[in-house]
């Protein structure tokens, strides 16, 4: 409720500064709920700037990069965005958010390199993506399995697809 109140009063800039300033479930909830009304626009502002307020927020910088992924002119900030998080990912302690953040700096070089017509490049880096997590590994495996497409690589598609199979079957059980 607390959040629909400070989606409708937007205008309050202090207001939303302060609601959203305050934790990261906030912003979720003001994306979620912007979503909805499709205001995507007003979504990838929410997520830039709660960026500048929970910087180690690796769900809100995956976020603003599924935003921007297929959105023209935003190459540079991507790809600036990657390398932050391909840098961060070498200082951290914790191995699993150090995976999460080469995870998700890999895909984003993935979709890059995809749009430049580099696929080997982009196919590599989808691969890696999926091998640093299992439990997510779909999507990137779908990525790269693009990317086979594109250079005609049906053997190494076949073996993907197979993998694929494995994958969903092993998440039924």
């Known amino acids: ?4 109140l400070v989606l409708k009063h937007a205008n309050l800039k202090g207001l ?15 994306v979620e709920l912007l979503r909805q009304k499709d205001r995507m626009d007003v979504v990838e502002h929410l997520l830039a700037w709660s960026l500048s307020v ?26 600036t965005l990657s390398i932050k998080m391909l840098a961060q990912s070498t200082q951290v302690t914790s191995g699993d958010k150090s ?7 890999y895909m984003i070089q993935g979709y890059l390199l995809k749009r430049q017509g580099r696929f080997t490049e982009a196919w590599h880096m989808f691969k890696e993506a999926a091998q640093l997590d299992p439990e997510r590994s779909v999507r ?21 697809l197979a993998t694929l199979t494995d994958t969903r079957r092993s998440s039924r059980r």
């Open 1 to 4: 409720m607390a959040v629909r």
């Open 16 to 30: 939303a500064d302060a609601f959203f300033s305050q934790d990261e479930n906030s912003v979720r909830l003001g």
């Open 54 to 79: 929970f910087p180690a927020s690796t769900w809100i910088r995956e976020e603003l990069a599924a935003s921007w992924v297929y959105k023209p002119g935003k190459e540079d900030a991507l790809d």
């Open 99 to 105: 995976k999460q953040l080469r995870r998700t700096g």
């Open 140 to 160: 990137p495996l779908l990525e790269s399995g693009s990317m086979l497409v594109e250079m005609g690589d049906e053997k190494e598609l076949a073996e993907l």
